[in-house]
């Protein structure tokens, strides 16, 4: 795990580069602070890395590498799994190694096999691979999207780098807020696609590569897509079948072990987390190190489960509670932590379990993707059920119901119904449900009540908040397959990787340790999308192979509950021991000044909110979260 940066400005003196590289590599040293490396050549091209010493601690693991004829330069963020199986290979075809590491084997790889390198690992990655002969960089991520890799073009010069805070070290660079993703943000609570917050930047999206030769515009292309494999259904037998996945499983997971260094998991108690827990201490011959962190609530705490599981499989268990007085402080360092706006304020257990963690291992396994690769969120049931529900009535009651209501519906968040005697916060309150209500009937399909049910502000909010906006995002029914399939294909190519894998990914490398993602293996990937639907969603529920693999391993009743996530109390803290921030934060001056958003609106939002109106939690929190964010940023 590490940090990659670098620029191809074929006008600018090797000087100039190198003193933007420098500052953009320092940037990035709580990514890696075991080595850094920088190398500029007299083409323009730059590169900078900054290494987390997993594999090879020696120093012919230091990047920005170079191959022996002096033809190839690549630095690389993340981990090739299946490195020792493609040495041997690139050994048996005439290679030879100086070290033990996956670097070397991957830059081999590229020198034996081209661009078509990619296909043949497995893992997690961002790799930027510079030709001299060729006179081309080609920037690559991996399938799933675990590792992040941003990326700006202007003038003839492109900069790439693993967070945008190494991107602004770039002297040519003025950054520039897209509202159109400030919108998206509030909306979602995360920005997907390949957009991000500024102008002009963007994410290279997962299972794409960008190919840039000399004198050319950049190229983008996709090398990997897991929708041809809706094409596939398994055959065979339920028991077959389930065999085969808990094989693949075991596989999976065990390549997330390979390390020269110490290895933990993230253990919630929930399904998959256990799942991957009791998997690697019954086939793995290493005492396994597990870590929860729980809530002095117990409406959020499922550290006693964790624990129940821990003791029966059998592992190094370490549990923390989490204090509000150290959510307050990790919440205080929002803006620095996710260096574009970010919403999920699971992050801040996410820290602190990491922190926790980075005490005793340098590599922590995650359990994240088995929700949307075996259809486990509960919003799926809620989406589904609903669908079922609604495509009962006709067509002409349901629009007719929706334009009855849409009449009766107030024009602005917060404002309540009018003339209406009840106080403001409960108004406002029953507003939003009828709107929510008015939006389900006038589109009862699947992919827009899924869109309807993740959204946290409505389009037409944010347009009275920011004067202008419409969703980016393609909707659901975009995908192919069923209406399950396609409600978490959607789930999979943006909350997955732009909110999930972006938590993990900021929060590991904020304490400086590796986040792996066992469930993420694209094979997995691949064969849960084959499934027959009712291994999704059978007769023991959401996930339904999942469990009944997991109850072979854990007893049910340890797992058996119902799904709570990694949520914190944050209604409560926001009105409480957070409620200083959000006062500072969204004052009538400081929204005023900024000129981004209607100040009036967010005074009577936060107004509504002291007063008692729940609904209103998270678009306090995404406000209050672009806010501390543009303090430290823009």
């Known amino acids: 795990m590490c940090g990659i940066v670098g620029i191809w400005a074929q006008n600018q003196s090797e000087d100039r580069i190198r003193a933007d590289l420098t500052q953009a590599v320092a940037t990035l040293r709580h990514r890696g602070p075991d080595d850094q490396g920088i190398w500029v050549n007299s083409s323009g091209l730059g590169l900078g890395h900054t290494r987390l010493s997993i594999l090879d601690l020696s120093e012919l693991g230091h990047q920005p590498m170079i191959s022996k004829d002096g033809r190839l330069a690549i630095v690389f963020n993340g981990e ?59 920037l690559v991520r991996d399938r799933i999207g675990v590792k992040p890799l941003y990326f700006g073009w202007k003038d003839n010069s492109l900069c790439f780098g693993s967070e945008l805070k190494a991107l ?243 024009r602005r968040l917060g404002s309540g119904f009018p003339g209406n005697p009840m106080p403001a916060s409960a108004s406002t309150a029953i507003s939003r449900r009828v709107n929510r209500l008015k939006k389900s009937l006038g589109d009862p399909t699947a992919s827009g009540l899924m869109d309807l049910y993740v959204s946290y502000w409505y389009p037409e909010e944010i347009e009275q908040l920011l004067g202008q906006y419409s969703s980016p995002r393609p909707r659901a029914d975009t995908y192919p397959g069923s209406s399950t399939d396609q409600i978490s294909l959607w789930d999979f190519h943006h909350y997955l990787p732009e909110d999930i894998l972006t938590k993990v990914d900021r929060t590991t490398m904020a304490v400086s340790i590796e986040g792996r993602e066992p469930l993420l293996d694209h094979r997995l990937a691949e064969y849960a999308f084959r499934l027959p639907l009712h291994l999704r969603r059978g007769r023991l529920g959401p996930k339904h192979v999942l469990k009944s693999i997991l109850y072979r391993y854990v007893p049910r009743h340890l797992v058996d509950r119902p799904k709570q996530g990694f949520g914190i109390p944050l209604e409560n803290w926001l009105r409480t021991d957070l409620r200083e921030l959000v006062n500072d934060y969204l004052a009538e001056d400081r929204i005023r000044n900024a000129a981004l958003m209607d100040w009036k609106l967010v005074r009577q939002l936060v107004k509504n909110f002291h007063r008692g109106d729940a609904d209103l939690t998270s678009p306090v929190w995404f406000i209050l979260a672009f806010e501390m964010w543009r303090e430290r940023w823009a």
């Open 168 to 410: 602004r070290a770039f002297s040519g660079w003025t950054p520039e807020i897209d509202r159109q993703s400030l919108g998206e943000f509030l909306q979602y609570g995360y920005i997907a696609g390949d957009r991000t917050i500024y102008k002009g930047i963007h994410k290279l999206l997962p299972g794409h590569r960008l190919k840039l030769k000399r004198g050319q515009q950049p190229l983008i292309e996709r090398y990997w897509s897991v929708l041809p494999a809706l094409d596939k259904r398994l055959q065979g037998s339920d028991q077959d079948i389930e065999a085969e996945l808990e094989a693949l499983l075991i596989d999976a997971f065990r390549y997330r072990m390979i390390s020269d260094v110490p290895v933990g998991v993230y253990l919630s108690g929930g399904v998959d987390s256990s799942l991957v827990t009791a998997v690697l201490a019954k086939h793995y011959d290493q005492s396994i190190r597990t870590f929860t962190i729980g809530f002095g609530e117990d409406s959020h705490d499922e550290s006693k489960w964790a624990n129940k599981v821990a003791q029966h499989c059998g592992t190094a268990h370490t549990n923390y509670i989490l204090g509000v007085g150290e959510a307050l402080q990790i919440a205080k360092n929002w803006g620095s932590l996710f260096d574009e706006p970010f919403g999920d304020a699971s992050g801040i257990p996410t820290l602190l379990v990491s922190r926790l963690a980075s005490e005793q291992v340098k590599v922590v396994l995650s359990a994240d993707g088995g929700d949307e690769l075996f259809s486990g969120y509960s919003v799926y049931s809620s989406v589904l059920e609903r669908t079922k529900m609604l495509g009962r009535l006709p067509t002409w009651l349901s629009k007719a119901s929706s334009a009855g209501l849409a009449l009766a519906a107030p």
């Open 80 to 138: 090739v799994y299946n490195f020792a199986e493609i040495r041997d290979t690139l050994i048996s075809a005439g290679h030879s190694f100086a070290g033990s590491g996956d670097t070397e084997v991957v830059l081999h790889a590229f020198k034996e096999w081209g661009s078509d390198a990619v296909q043949r690992f497995i893992g997690m990655f961002a790799i930027a691979l510079w030709d001299q002969q060729e006179q081309t960089l080609e």
